[in-house]
């Protein structure tokens, strides 16, 4: 190759997810009978209204540019949505559409990071937080989330943050968190509030999940006061209403700020189709039935998971509190067999059976911190779901298989056992 590639772009980091997709994908395309429960996507039809929506505009000839920041009528959809469901005192102006939650992580970079500025990250975390910390030539200073504090952000680690980095400038929260389920409480979001407001310092608050709290109901920073000032929360189609190959998403936060973002959206994608912004304003409101009653599935998905993953000897889950995700604690599946959590996950996939395999990630997937943990998300039906559950002892019992897959895979094999707690 002539030319060079940047050493950001020879160094980035992707979500592994879509890589362990693309190899179950092939394994079933040779005829493998493969559980996909590696990535973060719902099993169900995006909800009828923003399909019947989106189709109408199609018929309108909606196909037209329109403005960066968003339709006005999706914006004001979008606006009284976190209002009536999160008491966000939110109007239009403080709305930016975006193609999913995704893109409002780097647009968030680029609104409020230098080079060089300290960003905490709450570890294990979402993949791309990092990239797009460093898209921007800033840090990424990671603060574990434990087990025992039912992986909680501690508020503790984030007064350590602003105490001691020499460049403090932004917080990423995500809650309810991929992968591992945790969810900041009411109380954490007041008490995190007190400690930045007025301050020089922005958080990204990441809230695809905002539907998929089994305990309570979804909290946001932004009904604390003060904080649509400095923070930037992201919501998404794609979980709630099962759309998200539509990519559509939006970010709420001051008009400034809103106003921002609307002009980087400017210089890279001009604007979100209106097509899709009209399919997600009929999905906010009048899906809302349907959108419930799809939670509720994935609620049921979850326990069923969690039960059965909880009764194999050395995984160890919390109870369920949000999002589709199961992260059981491994470590003494890994200790046992000497692999690593992410070579366990592929040797399930690819190494345990000749003609079925479930594919999930390991935990380091999401940064060193989650290291001995799985993640396997819901996106099966319930049956599919129970026969990953009863192949798991199976395949963990086939200690030869497992030493040959090492033998073909050795960076899988574990140098130094996990602590266990
Ligand atoms: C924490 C987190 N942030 C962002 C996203 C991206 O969502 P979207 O499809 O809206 O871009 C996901 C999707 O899995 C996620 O888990």
């Known amino acids: 190759m002539p030319v060079t590639l940047s050493q950001f772009a020879q160094n980035l980091n992707v979500e592994t997810a879509f890589t362990v997709l693309a190899v179950a994908k092939q394994l079933k395309a040779a005829g493998k009978d493969v559980v996909e429960l590696e990535i973060g996507d719902s099993p169900f039809p995006s909800t009828a209204h923003a399909k019947q929506a989106g189709e109408q505009a199609i018929r309108d000839d909606q196909s037209h540019y329109c ?39 780097q647009f968030f970079c680029e609104a409020f990071l230098n080079p060089g500025d300290g960003a905490l990250v709450f570890s294990p975390h979402f993949p791309t937080f990092l990239p797009n910390i460093e898209r921007r030539g800033a840090r990424a200073v990671l603060a574990p989330l434990r087990q025992q504090a039912e992986f909680r952000p501690e508020v503790s680690q984030i007064e350590h943050f602003l105490k001691t980095d020499p460049a403090p400038r932004a917080i990423f929260l995500n809650s309810p968190h991929n992968p591992t389920g945790g969810v900041a409480t009411a109380d954490d979001l007041a008490q995190i509030a007190n400690l930045i407001r007025g301050r020089n310092i922005a958080l990204f608050s990441d809230e695809p999940y905002c539907h998929m709290v089994w305990k309570g109901r979804h909290h946001s920073i932004l009904e604390q006061p003060g904080m649509l000032d400095q923070c930037v929360a992201a919501y998404t189609f794609s979980k709630s209403y099962s759309m998200s190959g539509w990519r559509l998403g939006f970010a709420v936060s001051s008009p400034a700020i809103t106003d921002a973002i609307g002009k980087m959206i400017n210089t890279c994608l001009s604007c979100v189709p209106p097509i899709v912004q009209l399919a997600g304003a009929a999905a906010l409101g009048r899906d809302r039935e349907e959108r419930d009653r799809v939670m509720g599935l994935f609620r049921d998905k979850v326990v069923l998971l969690t039960n059965g993953l909880n009764r194999i000897e050395g995984f160890k889950t919390l109870e369920p509190t949000a999002t589709f995700y199961v992260f059981p604690n491994v470590a003494p599946v890994c200790n046992r067999l000497g692999i690593t959590s992410h070579g366990l996950a592929l040797y399930l996939l690819e190494g345990a059976d000749e003609h079925f395999g479930v594919a999930c990630l390991g935990g380091e997937c999401f940064g060193e911190a989650g290291a001995g943990f799985l993640r396997f998300s819901c996106a099966e039906p319930n049956d599919r779901l129970q026969m990953a559950i009863d192949f798991l002892p199976l395949a963990l019992s086939r200690t030869e298989r497992v030493a040959t897959y090492l033998a073909k895979n050795p960076r899988f094999r574990l140098a130094k056992p996990y602590p266990v707690a």
């Open 67 to 105: 403005p960066s920041p968003g339709l006005p009528e999706f914006r004001t959809a979008a606006a009284k949505f976190v209002k009536d469901e999160f008491a966000i005192p939110a109007t239009a102006a403080n709305v930016v559409v975006g193609p999913g939650a995704k893109i409002f992580q």
